[in-house]
């Protein structure tokens, strides 16, 4: 889960054996991680499905988990899935790692009838971008994804 390294792609999510970046990856400034911990199979694969459509973005790297032991493992670290379950009675969760190592997360189970797959995309896209961020060839492509108002500023920093 560290967004500094490269993971290498070992499943079918990549039809064609995608290659990995290499340095390409190591020198991007914007990396972000999403894990989704689920046993609905319905809610996994829509997670999947917006994991497709956002498969453009080289920074971002999706990771799955049904295991429920796995789960359990992860929360008593982080408390993500207990909190679900407890506000919407569905022990899962999707965690958000952005390359300022922010973690957010949300509940998918509020959303299992709402087209869900967007809303994952909103909020991975959303979540990926700190509140004030560098506007960089890593950064333009998530910025040009989301749906809110930008505040554009330029700032000479030699004046701070």
């Known amino acids: 889960m560290k967004h500094e390294t490269e993971n290498v792609e070992n499943t079918d999510f990549f039809k064609f054996n995608y290659p990995p970046m290499g340095s390409f990856y190591e020198n991007a400034e914007f990396k972000t991680r999403v894990v989704v911990m689920n046993q ?5 694969h829509d997670a999947h499905e917006a994991a497709r459509h956002l498969a453009d973005r080289h920074d971002l790297r999706f990771g799955y988990s049904s ?12 408390n993500y899935l207990t909190r679900n379950f407890n506000k919407n009675g569905a022990f899962e969760a999707l965690i958000s790692i ?9 509940g998918l189970h509020p959303r299992h009838n709402k087209n869900q797959e967007q809303s994952i995309k909103e909020f991975v896209n959303r979540e990926s971008v700190s509140i004030l961020d560098d506007l960089n060839s890593d950064t333009i492509l998530t910025l040009g994804m989301l749906e809110v108002p930008l505040l554009l500023s330029f700032v000479d920093l030699e004046l701070w």
């Open 40 to 44: 609905d199979d319905k809610e996994l």
């Open 98 to 106: 952005n390359h300022q190592d922010e973690h957010v997360q949300m």
């Open 67 to 78: 295991d429920l032991s796995l789960m359990r493992a992860y929360d008593k670290k982080h």
